[in-house]
């Protein structure tokens, strides 16, 4: 896991990129509701 630099600012949003080591796998795609905020 790499050691990112972030600013730590209170109600602040962090955009990040998951994937699969399978990336033909549609597992992410098909669980999306499951990932998103309320």
């Known amino acids: 896991m790499s050691n990112y630099r972030r600013a730590r600012v209170p109600g602040a949003t962090y955009f990040f990129t998951v994937n ?7 597992l992410l795609i098909r669980e999306i509701d499951l990932y998103r905020a309320p």
């Open 20 to 26: 699969l080591r399978d990336r033909t796998n549609d």
